[in-house]
């Protein structure tokens, strides 16, 4: 049965198209553009209460009825409890897989997306907010994170075992956004490495690829003051 995804070409949406993918689960892209608002429908909330995307139906869940799943971490595990992979073989495994995906979660998205709204979007604001001292914070954070990832990967193909798990899905689409938060992979070979390795694997390309062509490069005032409402 087909799963609807309801999505926007973002990392966090990135992780759900890229997974799907993987695991070669057939789905159903239902755009939601958080440009022009769609994240705060009616209808939406009703699968997404907090109002952000992704977040995918399930006509087949758990008990065999339908289940509505929102956060990309919680899609995530589900998808891969679901299928019986990208999730480890032992409890210490998927202890090692988890850990790995809260950090993505707790940090790497969090700061980086704080790294490039100050680095990026704020500047372009009118009138321009150029705020130097979130600018370094978020910049400096992200930085440390990435730096404390290419030492877990000196040796390892994976962040957090021998084969790839849904915490490189979750990491990979923020880390390769490395450029637009100011940072550099010179210091920084094996998580070069990992991002060019997992690059090359056709589910990340594909993934990455879904409607692409819906978001602009850049945004103007309205879109971004919707982008970023509470």
């Known amino acids: 049965m087909t799963i609807a995804l309801y999505y ?19 789905y159903e892209v239902k755009l ?18 907090n109002n952000r995307m992704p977040a995918i139906v399930d006509p087949d869940g758990p008990d065999g009825e339908p289940i509505p799943i929102f ?14 992979k990208l999730y480890g073989r ?9 850990q790995w995906l809260m950090w993505q979660m707790g940090g790497v998205g969090p700061m980086a997306g704080q790294a490039h709204h100050f680095l990026k979007y704020a500047p372009q604001m009118d009138p321009p907010q150029v705020l130097p001292y979130a600018q ?28 790839l798990s849904i915490a490189d899905i979750a990491i990979w ?3 390769m956004g490395w450029e637009g938060q100011q940072q550099t992979l010179d210091d920084k070979p094996d998580l070069a490495r990992w991002l060019k390795a997992l690059g090359a694997r056709p589910a990340f390309q594909k993934g990455r690829a879904v409607a692409a062509e819906a978001r602009l490069p850049t945004m103007d005032k309205q879109a971004m003051e919707t982008l970023f409402k509470r």
């Open 32 to 49: 939601v553009n958080i440009g022009k608002g769609d994240q705060f429908a009616p209808d939406f909330l009703k699968i997404a209460p």
């Open 71 to 84: 956060e990309s971490g919680a899609i995530l595990q589900y998808l891969a409890r679901k299928t019986g």
């Open 8 to 26: 926007w070409p973002t990392p966090n949406g990135h992780k759900i198209t890229i997974a799907l993918e993987e695991l070669d689960l057939p």
């Open 136 to 163: 370094e914070r978020y910049r400096k954070e992200v930085g440390r994170l990435y730096g404390v990832l290419d030492r877990q990967l000196q040796g390892r193909e994976f962040v957090a075992g021998d084969s």
């Open 173 to 175: 689409p923020w880390a």
């Open 90 to 98: 032992t409890e210490r495994e998927r202890v090692a897989v988890d």
